[in-house]
């Protein structure tokens, strides 16, 4: 089985959007270029939200015009509709994400508008993307659970994700919003997805609410997954519970993969040095026990 | 398979003595009649060995005398010699736990003594106990690696575990003190054990230091062990990383396996209510993911 795994850093967009604490728009490019800096080859840089969702990320054109742009990295973007994809392609993205949920209820709540409507609103996205050469990464959040409805049945993950697959969007990350997953339902859930879209076309997303992501990435990797989203310092948090762990922490799940014999291309102790300077920005503790153990020892 | 897992708290032991901030003694009574009230089976409640090493326990002998019993409940106590197992023995222990390390170095540097030796020790201890109607754990530390010799051979693991086993320990415990593993590895060593001594004899015992505990049980699991080591609240530390993660956090564990439907006897709130009560004694925060979701959320 192939042993490279490609990690996507999702903290300078879905870590920081949950930080309370505002970052620079200086501090945000020395973060991304640190980043492009380890050997990381997929770094999400910003979002083409609106402001009023999300302040953190107001500046998301200075952040992406100010990054510098290392050959043969990817710097996605996320963008909710036509409009956040026009910004992002004004700036010259050449990867946008676009994101529904797994829960009706959930998306609804999220996005004023039910899990179908925002698939028909992704589709001249994908549309202009291909005209474009632009690639499109489809999220999928609250696979393993809704802080409304609780459960969310897999047929309705695999729908969306497969819909999503369909519709041109080259990878599809599976993400566990809420952080409630274990290992047996994650893998479940993944094979449940694997079986409608190729294991090549996916990638998980955990957050570490409750301390799982490692157990259950270790958990999709034997089931053969080989793209792991994660944010350096593990940024973030769960709006449905407020002070808690924000995603898994990209050099836990680092220190992991190298520890099983599997290669990232990623210079740990740089992620590690980075992702330390980031929480000294935030003002807070590093969310990654790699990380400290690290600085410290 | 057996679905039942047994923890064991190690919290007011393995997790205490590496806390600087000292606890007093009507604290550690509290903590261990709350933890018996959760459910748990066994508690490890104190160590016998000289208040001049962990002044943190210098209290043994009036802690387990303060304790409430709860009928069912074990109630280990680390014992480093005979004479610490006399202590043990007239306060009214009825089960002690033994420790050596796998590797020669980390054994000669923590206790002055080679591996052979400590057995050798602990041969008068076991012929006692056996007399006495008191059951031994053996704990074996550095099963993954020593912050001395770094790679610890599985041959010495394997050795270690059978002969303490075979000594008449009923338990032996597999520690990654300084909590390096990752499942690979953490599988690999367990297999070796496993085929020496029976899997029922076996418990796993994994530090959090760079995030990897989780995912090494669930490994672990996977492979038929059904005794897991944690510490509520995630407390201790490592004495080889100042500042770097301690034990598995308990509520972390329990929250997994339920979550893969299994059954560990634990009521899961009353534990994270008292991991959080611990952390507020001990001015921390906790080191407990499930703690801290299920305080704020």
Same mark, same amino acid.
């Given at each position: 089985m192939n042993d490279f795994v490609r990690i996507v850093e999702v903290g300078p967009r879905d870590g920081l959007q949950n930080e309370k604490q505002l970052i620079a728009t200086a501090d945000k490019i020395e973060l991304i270029d640190r980043l492009s800096a380890? $050997?990381?080859?997929?770094?999400?840089?910003?979002s083409f939200v609106s402001p009023k969702w999300v302040p953190q990320l107001a500046d998301a054109a200075e952040v992406f015009a100010g990054i510098?742009?290392?050959? !043969? #990295?990817s710097y996605p973007v996320l963008v909710p509709n036509e409009q956040g994809y026009e910004r992002a392609l004004a700036v010259g993205a050449t990867e946008v994400a676009v994101f529904t949920a797994a829960s009706e209820q959930f998306n609804r709540t999220n996005t004023n508008a039910g899990i179908d409507e925002s698939l028909q609103r992704f589709e001249p996205i994908l549309a202009r993307a291909n005209r474009d050469g632009v690639r499109v990464r489809g999220y999928v959040s609250? #696979?393993?659970?809704?802080?409304?409805? !609780?459960e969310v049945p897999l047929a309705d993950v695999v729908r969306v994700a497969t819909r999503l697959h369909a519709m041109g969007c080259y990878e599809i990350s599976l993400g566990d919003t809420i952080g409630v997953g274990t290992p047996h339902k994650a893998r479940a859930m993944l094979q449940a997805v694997a079986a409608e879209v190729p294991m090549a076309a996916l990638a998980v997303h955990f957050h570490d609410t409750y301390g799982q992501a490692l157990a259950n990435i270790a958990t999709c990797l034997d089931e053969g997954v080989r793209v792991v989203d994660a944010a350096v310092a593990g940024t973030g948090g769960c709006p449905y519970a407020r002070g808690a762990s924000g995603n898994v922490a990209s050099e836990d799940v680092v220190y992991m993969l190298h520890g099983m014999g599997?290669?990232? $291309? #990623?210079?740990l102790p740089a992620l590690a040095a980075t992702g330390n300077w980031l929480a000294e920005r935030l003002g807070r503790q590093t969310g990654s026990k790699t990380g400290k153990a690290l600085t410290v020892s």
């Open positions: 380890t $050997g990381l080859r997929s770094i999400e840089a910003t510098h742009k290392k050959p !043969g #990295v609250t #696979v393993l659970g809704c802080p409304y409805q !609780g599997m290669s990232t $291309g #990623v210079d």
